[in-house]
């Protein structure tokens, strides 16, 4: 498109956006202030109805005031002036003082008077119908001034429609009391009311009911109920104004609608319209001045410009000048500057061909392997080391070469996914692909650029690689050097943090020993005095005697005080095992054997033929292992199998445990119990440490101890259901050869 178009364009568009911005604004702005003065002027009709209600209401307050202040209505409602509805309540009276109804209550809140009256025939009627069901509905409202000189009135909705009603107090004509009873005066909102009022105001009044505002489409029902009016547009020729008229105690009564012809919004849109057609035409003469103008000034210097740039360019590799433009002004300047530019370029031209051959020569010479495509990758220029080390003697003669022939297939789709993630923002990128080549496989590092237009459109692919298969064959190497070194460590250090768990449990089991130790040996002594003295008092007593039998069961109570501080002992120090060189494979089966016997358990008891022997104490080992076995029967209360097995084992102190490395004899014991919760198992070998209810917590405590008096190592396993197992390592004897 011309210059001369895209001004033409540029100028219609600006000004048929300017013409339907000011369009917008009339009808955004203007059309909206005479749409709410409009709103305004309905609202101050239907205010003048309003108003007219009002007045109605005063003027029937002060005809209840003179009539319910008055002395002979005073007496009437005491039933002394039989002759006031003859004398005062006639038809004149009704017609006079614009009433459809008038009701008179004695003291007590009975009726003793009530007249209705048709004001169109001026003759008496009956009460509007549903009245006195109202009246009585709010009658706290409508008796609310007994004894008090104050009127009560408002507006009442009945089935034949809505009433204007005043109450007050029957009083004195010096508004004396007591009150005698209460005056009621009715008047009704008819056609006739309505008529009334729009004859006044000029405009339709109409009434609705809640109900019928809504079914007509009036949806602002929460601003009537707030008190507030409303205004309804019903099409160009008519808005109506609503205006909630609530009942004497309060609630919603019914609604006051005026329709109002919408002269002031025609008004409004005629003015508008004729204001658009005016700057239309304004606007039409002003942008044809304006084109005649640029075409004189800017355009055509512009073409002649045009012109000498197109016919710039000749054969023979020089460009051509363009003539001078005449004139001082910029595009005078821009023509001389354009030639000194062509000028530039020729110059520019020559030195980029002499830099091509130059560069070209030092990427030939690279041992970099460089090749260019175009988007489809089809290769545009590679270098001599690229050629050397992919393309075959029969791809060498052929015009195009595709990049992907060159690549293995499960290669392909990596590389796709790697060249999509290039763009302007991020153009340079790097990945390393496997290439079969001269046999076997080698790693390839690509250091790949997307080159992009200014558009942002991918235009080539520049590749320089080169060959990393020594380097990557390192780092896999070392990696799985190091992932082994990694395993090894993490192996080592779990295993030393069991190994301090366990030397920080021994430490404390034997604390907790030399404290027991000092405890038990000191009462000891105390038993054995006690013990001295109740043997003396028995001498001294005859065989009679009843005191005899209470100082043996004493006797017989301390005996079992020092069982339990022998115990204590054998905890603290081990009870000094004697040891002689032994076989436990034979203790070990009838320990087990005899301590299973009567229960429901099944024992499965497995020695290694060749079992090594020990240096122990047969006696405090057969007490580990009938500890242990007890434990166990008493953990399968409903039976099951103890696992029993007695094995040669070798420590070569690998894994982290507190002992020696060397040879031991492993013995395991498993059953098939309950098992131990984890929060539990570190205390298993607590002293009076227990989960049984009778139970004295030094079993797994005295046989901890034993074995570590014999520098061996007791250890516990349990899963909770499943089932516990002990674990007991004794140091084989160095003469492996026992007595049987």
Same mark, same amino acid.
């Given at each position: 498109?011309?210059? =001369?178009?895209?001004?033409?364009?540029?100028?219609?568009?600006?000004?048929?956006?300017?013409?339907?911005?000011?369009?917008?604004?009339?009808?955004?702005?203007?059309?909206?202030?005479?749409?709410?003065? $409009? /709103?305004?002027?309905?609202?101050?009709?239907?205010?003048?109805?309003?108003?007219?209600?009002?007045?109605?209401?005063? @003027?029937?307050?002060?005809?209840?005031?003179?009539?319910?202040?008055?002395?002979?209505?005073?007496?009437?409602?005491?039933?002394?002036?039989?002759?006031?509805?003859?004398?005062?309540?006639?038809?004149?009276?009704?017609?006079?003082?614009?009433?459809?109804?008038?009701?008179?209550?004695? =003291?007590?809140?009975?009726?003793?008077?009530? =007249?209705?009256?048709?004001?169109?025939?001026?003759?008496?009627?009956?009460?509007?119908?549903?009245?006195?069901?109202?009246?009585?509905?709010?009658?706290?409202?409508?008796?609310?001034?007994?004894?008090?000189?104050?009127?009560?009135?408002?507006?009442?909705?009945?089935?034949?429609?809505?009433?204007?009603?005043?109450?007050?107090?029957?009083?004195?004509?010096? %508004?004396?009391?007591?009150?005698?009873?209460?005056?009621?005066?009715?008047?009704?909102?008819? =056609?006739?009311?309505?008529?009334?009022?729009?004859?006044?105001? &000029?405009?339709?009044?109409?009434?609705?009911?809640?109900?019928?505002?809504?079914?007509?489409?009036?949806?602002?029902?929460?601003?009537?109920?707030?008190?507030?009016?409303?205004?309804?547009?019903?099409?160009?020729?008519?808005?109506?104004?609503?205006?909630?008229?609530?009942?004497?105690?309060?609630?919603?009564?019914?609604?006051?609608?005026?329709?109002?012809?919408?002269?002031?919004?025609?008004?409004?849109?005629?003015?508008? !319209?004729?204001?658009?057609?005016?700057?239309?035409? %304004? &606007? @039409?003469?002003?942008?044809?001045?304006?084109?005649?103008?640029?075409?004189?000034?800017?355009?055509?210097?512009?073409?002649?410009?045009?012109?000498?740039?197109?016919?710039?360019?000749?054969?023979?590799?020089?460009?051509?000048?363009?003539?001078?433009?005449?004139? !001082?002004?910029?595009?005078?300047?821009? &023509?001389?500057?354009?030639?000194?530019?062509?000028?530039?370029?020729?110059?520019?031209?020559?030195?980029?061909?002499?830099?091509?051959?130059?560069?070209?020569?030092?990427? $030939?010479?690279?041992?970099?392997?460089?090749?260019?495509?175009?988007?489809?990758?089809?290769?545009?220029?590679?270098?001599?080391?690229?050629?050397?080390?992919?393309?075959?003697? /029969?791809?060498?003669?052929?015009?195009?070469?595709?990049?992907?022939?060159?690549?293995?297939?499960?290669?392909?789709?990596?590389?796709?996914? %790697?060249?999509?993630?290039?763009?302007?923002?991020?153009?340079?990128?790097?990945?390393?692909?496997?290439?079969?080549?001269?046999?076997?496989?080698?790693?390839?590092?690509?250091?790949?650029?997307?080159?992009?237009?200014?558009?942002?459109?991918?235009?080539?692919?520049?590749?320089?690689?080169?060959?990393?298969?020594?380097?990557?064959?390192?780092?896999?190497?070392?990696?799985?050097?190091?992932?082994?070194?990694?395993?090894?460590?993490?192996?080592?250090?779990?295993?030393?943090?069991?190994?301090?768990?366990?030397?920080?449990?021994?430490?404390?089991?034997?604390?907790?020993?030399?404290?027991?130790?000092?405890?038990?040996?000191?009462?000891?002594?105390?038993?054995?005095?006690?013990? &001295?003295?109740? $043997?003396?008092?028995?001498?001294?007593? !005859?065989?009679?005697?009843?005191?005899?039998?209470?100082?043996?069961?004493?006797?017989?109570?301390?005996?079992?005080?020092?069982?339990?501080?022998?115990?204590?002992?054998?905890?603290?120090?081990?009870?000094?095992?004697?040891?002689?060189?032994?076989?436990?494979?034979?203790?070990?089966?009838?320990?087990?054997?005899?301590?299973?016997?009567?229960?429901?358990?099944?024992?499965?008891?497995?020695?290694?033929?060749?079992?090594?022997?020990?240096?122990?104490?047969?006696?405090?080992?057969? /007490?580990?292992?009938?500890?242990?076995?007890?434990?166990?029967?008493?953990?399968?209360?409903?039976?099951?199998?103890?696992?029993?097995?007695?094995?040669?084992?070798?420590?070569?102190?690998?894994?982290?445990?507190?002992?020696?490395?060397?040879?031991?004899?492993?013995?395991?014991?498993?059953?098939?119990?309950?098992?131990?919760?984890?929060?539990?198992?570190?205390?298993?070998?607590?002293?009076?440490?227990?989960?049984?209810?009778?139970?004295?917590?030094?079993?797994?405590?005295?046989? %901890?101890?034993?074995?570590?008096?014999?520098?061996?190592?007791?250890?516990?396993?349990?899963?909770?259901? $499943?089932?516990?197992?002990?674990?007991?390592?004794?140091?084989?004897?160095? !003469?492996?050869?026992?007595?049987?």
């Amino acid at each position: 498109m011309r210059i =001369q178009s895209k001004v033409m364009l540029i100028g219609t568009v600006m000004f048929v956006t300017i013409l339907l911005a000011l369009t917008l604004f009339s009808t955004i702005t203007l059309q909206h202030s005479y749409d709410v003065l $409009e /709103q305004g002027d309905t609202i101050a009709e239907m205010d003048r109805g309003v108003s007219a209600l009002q007045s109605d209401l005063d @003027v029937m307050n002060r005809n209840l005031m003179d009539w319910a202040f008055w002395d002979d209505t005073y007496q009437f409602a005491q039933g002394k002036n039989p002759a006031y509805c003859a004398n005062n309540l006639m038809e004149e009276t009704f017609s006079t003082l614009n009433l459809n109804g008038l009701l008179i209550y004695d =003291q007590g809140g009975d009726l003793v008077y009530a =007249q209705g009256f048709n004001l169109k025939t001026e003759e008496y009627a009956d009460l509007p119908e549903g009245l006195n069901t109202s009246i009585a509905a709010h009658h706290e409202t409508l008796f609310s001034g007994t004894d008090q000189l104050q009127t009560v009135n408002g507006t009442l909705f009945l089935p034949g429609g809505p009433v204007l009603i005043a109450s007050a107090p029957i009083l004195t004509s010096t %508004f004396e009391g007591p009150s005698t009873g209460t005056m009621m005066m009715i008047r009704s909102i008819d =056609q006739r009311w309505l008529a009334s009022i729009s004859s006044k105001s &000029g405009i339709p009044v109409s009434i609705l009911t809640p109900e019928a505002a809504l079914d007509s489409g009036l949806s602002e029902m929460t601003l009537l109920s707030r008190g507030e009016p409303v205004t309804v547009p019903v099409n160009d020729s008519i808005i109506r104004g609503y205006q909630l008229i609530r009942s004497i105690d309060g609630s919603d009564g019914f609604i006051l609608s005026v329709e109002k012809t919408r002269t002031i919004s025609r008004t409004g849109a005629a003015t508008v !319209d004729g204001f658009l057609k005016i700057f239309g035409l %304004f &606007g @039409v003469i002003y942008a044809l001045l304006i084109i005649h103008l640029v075409r004189r000034i800017f355009l055509k210097p512009l073409n002649t410009l045009t012109t000498g740039v197109l016919s710039a360019e000749q054969g023979d590799g020089r460009r051509k000048r363009i003539e001078p433009i005449r004139g !001082d002004d910029e595009l005078t300047i821009l &023509g001389t500057t354009i030639n000194r530019m062509l000028e530039t370029i020729d110059q520019a031209q020559t030195a980029i061909e002499a830099s091509e051959k130059r560069y070209r020569s030092v990427v $030939e010479d690279q041992t970099e392997l460089i090749c260019r495509t175009n988007s489809k990758l089809t290769i545009t220029f590679m270098n001599r080391a690229f050629t050397d080390h992919f393309v075959t003697d /029969q791809v060498k003669g052929q015009e195009s070469v595709e990049f992907f022939s060159m690549m293995p297939e499960p290669a392909k789709e990596k590389v796709l996914l %790697f060249l999509r993630g290039l763009n302007p923002t991020k153009p340079v990128g790097e990945t390393e692909i496997r290439f079969p080549y001269q046999g076997s496989t080698h790693w390839m590092a690509w250091t790949v650029r997307g080159l992009f237009d200014a558009a942002g459109e991918l235009t080539e692919y520049q590749f320089v690689g080169r060959d990393v298969t020594t380097q990557k064959q390192a780092l896999i190497e070392l990696k799985e050097y190091r992932d082994h070194l990694e395993e090894l460590v993490n192996q080592r250090t779990e295993e030393m943090m069991g190994m301090q768990d366990e030397l920080l449990n021994i430490e404390r089991l034997e604390s907790v020993g030399v404290l027991a130790g000092g405890i038990a040996h000191d009462f000891n002594n105390l038993l054995s005095a006690i013990l &001295g003295n109740i $043997e003396l008092v028995r001498m001294d007593l !005859d065989e009679n005697s009843p005191l005899d039998e209470r100082m043996a069961e004493m006797e017989r109570v301390v005996h079992r005080a020092t069982a339990l501080t022998r115990q204590l002992l054998t905890f603290a120090k081990g009870g000094a095992p004697i040891r002689k060189l032994a076989h436990l494979g034979p203790m070990i089966s009838d320990t087990v054997e005899f301590t299973c016997r009567g229960s429901p358990i099944r024992c499965s008891c497995r020695v290694q033929v060749d079992l090594w022997a020990t240096e122990v104490d047969l006696d405090q080992i057969s /007490q580990v292992i009938n500890n242990i076995t007890l434990n166990a029967v008493q953990a399968m209360p409903n039976g099951g199998t103890l696992t029993v097995t007695a094995e040669n084992w070798e420590y070569t102190g690998v894994e982290a445990m507190p002992i020696a490395a060397g040879r031991y004899v492993k013995i395991t014991i498993a059953d098939e119990g309950v098992g131990i919760a984890s929060e539990q198992l570190s205390r298993v070998f607590d002293p009076f440490f227990t989960t049984k209810i009778t139970g004295s917590g030094l079993g797994l405590s005295t046989s %901890f101890s034993i074995i570590r008096q014999h520098n061996g190592l007791l250890q516990v396993a349990s899963t909770p259901g $499943e089932g516990t197992t002990f674990t007991i390592l004794i140091p084989a004897a160095r !003469d492996l050869q026992a007595e049987e």
